[in-house]
């Protein structure tokens, strides 16, 4: 499984990158290579398109409905009913509950909205999806979140979404190879509850539940990421990094 980081800037779009975007590959038992999406937030189409075609994805799954994790959807949207080449085949969209209302609002669309260009489907449960299994958990959040587990080929992939401390965390992290975690606030500060995680916040996450990587995202642009770093190394003490647009992890 390969993760690569489409955007990562926390909140809204930054000077050096878009909001959440990450797409995931792995191949299934014939050799097929299948991507999906986790977030689609604003800015990150445009980045997208250097490393997949509207063609390659496959699926789509939000954490949550804020703009800056699905705002983007509406690019795809014309994108795939436009193309040139004829309209793209329909491709399934997972999010939280009214998630086909939510996007066709978004872009000013009566009935049917997307749902000719997309099969939207509300979490209920763990999904299948070619060689992926996305396991859906409930976050803290001031809107309905999720965090998303994402196994394929023996190798899981942890995505915390945007999230406050919560016992579900612990669910979705437990012995992760990697943990893509928020960190959008600064340890030590009157911070709000039930919205962001701290660096530190995310290391001890990552310590606790015995993850093999952490890589931190979603740092809001009037932050340094590097002191979300340092907090995280005061509590992790496994490999540590931060996401960066473009960049790669083997899973």
């Known amino acids: 499984m390969r993760l690569t980081v489409i955007g990562c800037s926390g909140s809204f779009a930054g000077p050096d990158s878009a909001a ?42 939000f954490s949550h409905l804020h703009p800056d994790h699905c705002l983007d959807l509406c690019g795809l949207y014309v994108l795939r009913k436009y193309h040139p080449g004829g309209a793209l085949p329909q491709i399934p969209v997972w999010g939280p509950a009214g998630v086909a209302r939510r ?21 209920a449960g763990p999904v299948e999806l070619g060689p992926f299994r996305v396991e859906p958990y409930a976050v803290a959040h001031p809107v309905p979140a999720y965090g998303l587990r994402v196994t394929a080929g023996g190798r899981t992939l942890a995505y915390t979404g945007d999230t406050g401390v919560c016992p579900a965390l612990d669910d979705l992290a437990d012995d992760a190879h990697l943990l893509l975690a928020e960190a959008s606030f600064r340890h030590g500060e009157d911070n709000p509850a039930d919205l962001h995680l701290t660096g530190h916040q995310a290391g001890h996450v990552a310590a606790r539940n015995r993850v093999g990587r952490l890589l931190l995202t979603h740092v809001p642009p009037w932050y340094a990421v590097a002191d979300m770093v340092r907090e995280a190394a005061e509590v992790y003490d496994g490999v540590l990094a931060a996401a960066a647009p473009g960049a790669t992890y083997e899973i």
Do not use: N
């Open 20 to 61: 959440s975007c990450y797409a995931v590959e792995a191949d299934d038992a014939d050799g097929t290579t299948w991507r999906i999406l986790l977030d689609l937030g604003s800015g990150a189409l445009g980045p997208l398109q250097r490393y997949a075609s509207a063609e390659d994805v496959h699926g789509v799954f």
């Open 103 to 123: 996007m066709a609002k978004a872009y000013d669309l009566s009935d049917p909205g997307m749902s000719e260009e997309f099969d939207f489907q509300e979490y």
